[in-house]
């Protein structure tokens, strides 16, 4: 699977981007889709998480209610809607694919794909 994750850029804190995740080389409906975000001088962290079929969605606590992922199969791309953003939001926003246990979604380890990053940068 080879991802290309785009859509980042500065936006000022309570406006919204929008992240999108384009999968090539194996549909994103056969594995499950994560992002994760790392800021400097600190570890890649979830951010959120979709699973294959679609019915399940995973939020890490700091973005709970802001928000969302979504997949459109169509057109074989996830999705990361950031609404309300904070600065403390700022950094590279990575996709990634793979097939994790339930339990361990949240865990950068679990997924076998990455896309190269997109930033993000909150202003105040």
């Known amino acids: 699977v080879q991802l290309q994750a785009f859509g980042g850029g500065l936006v000022q804190a309570g406006g919204s981007l929008r992240l999108s995740c384009a999968a090539s080389g194996r549909p994103s409906s056969a594995v499950d889709m994560g992002w994760f975000r790392q800021s400097p001088g600190k570890e890649r962290e979830f951010v959120a998480a979709?699973?294959?079929?679609?019915?399940?969605?995973y939020y890490a606590d700091s973005v709970k209610g802001r928000f969302t992922i979504s997949r459109d199969n169509a057109k074989n791309t996830v999705y990361l809607q950031m609404n309300i953003l904070r600065p403390e939001d700022t950094a590279v926003y990575y996709c990634a694919a793979g097939t994790p246990r339930p339990y361990s979604v949240a865990l950068s380890r679990s997924y076998a794909y990455w896309g190269q990053g997109t930033q993000v940068t909150v202003s105040s």
């Open positions: 979709l699973t294959r079929s679609g019915e399940s969605t």
